[in-house]
């Protein structure tokens, strides 16, 4: 079998003292920068890279060309109809125990359950863990939960929040790029208790092109989407429920979210406007965000008055974050950037891997 | 005197029949499509175009190529210390009776009174007379006002809303490129009474370099923008004033302003949160728009649900709008999408020019 | 049947006096220009526009939002197996007599026999048609003429070379986006006998995305292409032959062509590398193109050192050309910008069709 | 005096173990990119960075927003009015001993004889050393040389073809960006005798814009390059004489050189046409690479056939090399991708720092 063979060919412990990884899901742009962090993390290495069976056999440089030179290993096509049992068996025969999945939802449905019991830990870097509510599936993802059972037992991998509780977790949800530039941005007013829930938080977000993967859609040409700025997945976009959920916050009602794709190729930002609670200001603002992130490496605080840009943080796993505090009125805005594919997809998966593993938290990440 | 001759060659009705037009500001990028509008205007021609002293003699070909073999006359220098009654003086012995503006606002405010004395009808495309208060000024514009007197007469110009005063105005102030699209989505509920007053109305927009002008700054450098989203010019833009002054609303309190740029060179998308009034809903929305446009040619009704993107009105004088209602929550979003340079500068101000001089509205405009 | 209502609704005079016109791949970038072209057109009117089975009854303005206000007609489903003879009958009992196939190679070769027994003149603006000898169909497209008998009969539109002939063609090949801008910039010279033909001619150029159609591939996604240069397409594009052919030169020896694609969504640009013959220099270049382009209203000459860039010329019908001369070495570089979509493609073909119905030339399009 | 407190702080062995490098130029997009590596480099560190005298004590992150988290030392302005002298002095006080020049040409003349007399090892980036022959910067520069007695002396830093002379070199002129694609893909052919002289060797490039550097220029816009292509610096630009010169071919005559502008903001594509020698073909170019490369870690060969993209190394050091060859008639193309700010400038420069000092050629630098 050849995934059984570029699985077990090397034990965990390879001459490099690298600990093995097998990645689900290697050809599209999240695969792709998981591939590319491993490819120079000095703990981890990339041991099998599984994609479509169309794929197998095929290096993932000719299928990422930007990985020649510094990734060379063939992809092993996955039998989705029979064949994740026995390319997970052949993974733990090899000795591995972690995995990290850049797969659709249904196929991490899938493939969670089998590694788990297999003794793997995982890293999920799609949707079909992020909610803890089972019922919570049908009205966002459009379906039933087949493994609700799992939901409980997930840590949700926000970082900067959740890193305490990775260090145990066999199951990460990875968060959604939305959730993960919204939350960073949120989470320290709302926990300080210094928003005003009696007015919607309003967050409006701008994404790269690369946030929807690698589909081949119409839509997603280059002509489609070159000089264009547009608003889409309204009116109730699944990572409404995400941002919901962490904030507590009522999704439609004390919180709104408002996507949008620009011309870019990677980077994401957040704009949120908000309702301060009474009596709170810009130095309480600014508490709270120093707070938060006193011992963040990847949250730069940029402080009160200096606006975030995406290209700042582009090809980094660092989040920026800026605000403005009218005095007069009460409102603050707090925006947030990051590069999707890596804070908000790849890059996070490997520091939720660094937190889960012991290793330091900014092991192999670009800051 | 250069511009004499440039100016005073012909008389008002040229061979051709169309009007001859001024226009201050022509090396600039509304410049530029207002000259490329003209160029192909049945009713109005371009007669003088007026740029920076030493800009004298060049053809406007060679600062705009895009309008070579179009728009073939020359840039006449402006002196502006001191040139600018004879500029006017020399306009006015040519025949002419018409200016367009597309100069800053100090430049507008110096010449608008000029050529108001002269006896000229004038559209100015800077923020120098859109708020009606000159005390207004200090705050949002950071100058006093140098020309109060003409604030009470001025018309301002979004034409679907001020159509009916343009026929008899002698100075339009168009509207600003953000103001614009956010009064074209906003004002229809804002007059129907359907937009609850104790939420605030927050508005986010994304707009195209070109919103800059053609200012020669390091932070307008290709390289600055591209592959970069990015807010700026907070926490209190100036169109914020207009948007609140035309809707009645509080700015930084009622309404919110949160503008963006984007790496586009033409385009600009509102997207707005709103709280509908008690027992409104989606028809009522609807019906609000449907009322409001049945008359608009620019105005492109996308109905419920149905969102536009910049590029769907790239090069047209159109404002594209959809929106999203909410039942259960009472909450509705308006997405508005228009071409800066056009809609949101040049197109209306030739449509503002229409109106005034009782042509067809769409005269000359591309839809 | 569907397509006989749509076609044969109206007759040829319409109410507004405007010929109808069937088009036919109306779905793809070329078909959508085509459409908005013949929507402003004072002449011909879009009458029947045909796309996939699965598009029939779709607006053509869901299709392409740019349209939206402008052209509002519904697709019409075309089934490619056993159909055409029925649409093409249905059209022609409607009265039409005038086509535009923006269809692929395959489809066109299956239309144009029946349109043409119809009694329809048509452009075609695939390959399926622009190379004379059927025997160079396999080697340069592929697959083996189906109907070898029209291409003596075919003319080839190149409006500025062969806008004689096309008075009385019945079918006109509309030449590939390439080939337009190389020859345009390369005919002069040639014709003058000014090319020294002992040393290779060398056509560099780049394109936009929208060259490739609007082809749901992998490598046209936004992410694939968004910042990135590449060459493509060789050793030997197709269009080679066409740009050899009209030369008379040698494909691969005597003339080279290098294709490349550029994160644009519209443009072309040629850049031509050539050794003049002995004893000819600036002065008879320069001769050669104004002699040639004395009467092209599309050809915007800059001159010697003045050099042509894409977004000159985006949403227009001409064609930018520059050039350097050496005269120390003999040397001569042409330049030569198109917006590849208009006169890279609709464009040239509705001045086609004004040229063979004897039209102005220019009628209809943006200059 | 403040850049002696800044260049003077720390000794050149830094509590790090990294060695001390000055940096004039520090505000430039080379500047920063040297800046960037510098930050992670495992031997060296960035000690002093110069800039303008208007940036004194101005952040390198606040100029360069991206370095915010990874270098936050503070900018040193230079008075270049009579200032060099006390830099130079203090920068040699404060133990360091290699500085690299992001300047233009003047200030590199200038700076260079200065940092030399004081001991110090330097990589110019800029043109002022690139060419061996005093008497050919009038032409080529448009100035006569400042310091023609340091040309003899200055090797010329093409990592690949130079490093066996860096190791003792005092002054490394840093190839232009142009010459580092095109020499790398030329190089192999030329010196294996593989290319017939007496046919031109065609070389067409396309830039980013970064390539012009940061300059405030109105041609540098962000709206006048986004989806724009144009060729620029015609008839000979500077790296023409320097693709002449190491290659040993005649400019203008036996070599041509066609620079373009793109709308990326960086990357660097070459495509080169030529005519091989009598008898040599697709074995002789493929042997001839291999041979050249064998042991070159930044070059990726990528074989006959296989064509490079810019973003295919954007972020990396490398260059990606594919070629053609037409048996039939004699013709090769090479095709060659570079990062124009790593390879093409700041990268190469560490590269090059490395060989000059005995470190892993690769050290610091991303594949």
């Known amino acids: 079998m050849r995934h059984r063979m570029a699985a077990g060919s090397e034990s965990v412990s390879t001459p490099h003292g690298?600990?093995?990884?097998?990645?689900?899901?290697?050809?599209?742009?999240?695969?792709?920068?998981?591939?590319?962090?491993?490819g120079a993390h000095p703990a981890f290495r990339l041991q099998a890279a599984f994609g479509g069976k169309e794929r197998d056999g095929v290096p993932l440089s000719a299928i990422h060309p930007s990985l020649r030179g510094s990734v060379d290993m063939a992809c092993v096509g996955l039998d989705t109809n029979g064949g994740l049992d026995g390319a997970v068996r052949a993974l733990a025969e090899g000795g591995l125990d972690v995995a990290l999945l850049a797969t659709p939802e249904a196929l991490s449905l899938a493939l969670a359950p089998r590694l788990l019991d297999a003794g793997f830990r995982v890293v999920d870097l799609s949707g079909a863990f992020r909610l803890a509510r089972s019922s919570d599936y049908p009205e966002w993802y459009g379906f039933e939960h087949g493994a609700p059972g799992l939901l409980g037992g997930a840590a949700y991998g926000l970082s900067e929040w959740s890193g305490g509780t990775l260090g145990t977790a066999r199951l990460v949800a990875n968060p959604g790029c939305y959730p993960t530039a919204a939350l960073l941005a949120l989470l320290p007013l709302r926990?300080?208790?210094?928003?005003?829930?009696?007015?919607?938080v309003v967050v409006h977000a701008v994404s790269a092109a690369s946030g929807a993967g690698r589909k081949v859609r119409e839509d997603l040409l280059f002509c489609e989407i070159e000089g264009s700025v547009r608003p889409y997945g309204l009116p109730r976009h699944r990572h409404l429920a995400e941002i919901a959920a962490q904030t507590g916050l009522v999704p439609g009602a004390e919180v709104l979210f408002f996507p949008h794709l620009a011309p870019i190729d990677r980077g994401l930002l957040c704009s949120i406007a908000l309702r301060l609670r009474q009596g709170a200001g810009a130095s309480a603002v600014a508490a709270a965000f120093e707070k938060a992130y006193a011992a963040a490496p990847f949250v730069r605080l940029l402080g009160e008055g200096s606006l975030p840009a995406t290209a700042d943080v582009r090809g980094t796993n660092a989040c920026a974050i800026g605000w403005t505090c009218d005095a007069a009125t009460g409102r603050a805005a707090v925006f947030s950037a990051i590069d999707n594919l890596l804070k908000g997809a790849a890059g996070q998966a490997l520091q939720n891997l660094n937190l889960m593993t012991g290793r330091p938290e900014t092991e192999g990440l670009p800051r």
């Open 191 to 200: 926990r300080a208790g210094l928003i005003d829930p009696t007015e919607a």
């Open 18 to 38: 690298r600990r093995g990884v097998a990645l689900f899901g290697a050809t599209g742009y999240a695969g792709r920068e998981v591939a590319r962090l491993l």
